[in-house]
């Protein structure tokens, strides 16, 4: 007999995660090990378990306070890369699709599909096929061919830009940390999201891609 899928919820809504968890313990494939309220402490407590007792796929609300879906995905992956992502949200917009795709969810899904669409999802998930309904895709197919359009951006989040451009600013990680209100730990995640997206190599580029994009105003 095989083991169930483990799961992780993460939404900042207690009731949404009780009713998540009500509905995944009726179903003898998955158990839900574990929860979180906000992208951070999902985090901090996969941070805290043995490596044995990660879960196998986590179910992620897109919009949180603290450390939303995206950028929770990212700094999931970057410390645990062989955890899958599903994302569960209320919005579709096309933005919103692809960061969270970019960041490495396996699927992004509408909190309007059904019990069994859901099911599925992170069936699929859990054996690395990415699962989205045909408006998900559409998003997503829209949202890139925004960003080829802009271009400039390099696909950044605005909390990226936020970062980049207190960097340019001449500010430290801890700096940066207490004017965001987010640890020195996040602040590394995203100067590495940077560096990577901006393919640079280290701050000083930064500082000068900021400049260059006129995205720092010269007082």
């Keep these: ?6 799961v992780m919820i ?6 949404v995660r009780m009713g998540l968890k009500t509905y995944l313990m009726l179903d003898p494939a998955f158990e ?3 929860e979180a309220g906000d992208g951070m402490e999902a985090l901090q407590a996969l941070e805290a378990r043995e490596a044995s007792m990660l879960p196998d796929l986590i179910l992620m609300d897109l919009m949180m306070p603290v450390m939303n879906g995206a950028e929770a995905t990212a700094a999931i992956l970057a410390r645990f890369p062989g955890l899958k992502i599903v994302i569960l949200t209320s919005f579709l917009e096309d933005e919103l699709v692809v960061q969270a795709v970019e960041a ?5 899904v509408l909190k309007t599909v059904s019990a069994e669409e859901l099911i599925y999802a992170l069936q699929g998930a859990y054996r690395g096929m990415p699962v989205m309904t045909g408006d998900v895709a559409q998003a997503l197919t829209r949202g890139l061919r925004q960003r080829s359009v802009q271009g400039s951006d390099s696909g950044l989040t605005d909390r990226e830009k936020e970062v980049l451009m207190l960097i340019a600013e001449g500010k430290s990680n801890k700096d940066i940390g207490e004017e965001l209100h987010i640890s020195i730990k996040t602040v590394k995640t995203h100067v590495s999201n940077l560096l990577m997206k901006c393919e640079l190599e280290d701050r000083t580029q930064l500082a000068i891609y900021a400049h260059r994009q006129g995205w720092v105003s010269k007082s």
């Design 10 to 15: 993460v939404d900042d809504h207690d009731m």
């Design 32 to 34: 839900v090990i574990a």
């Design 104 to 108: 490495g969810a396996v699927s992004y």
């Design 1 to 6: 007999m095989s083991s169930k899928i483990k």
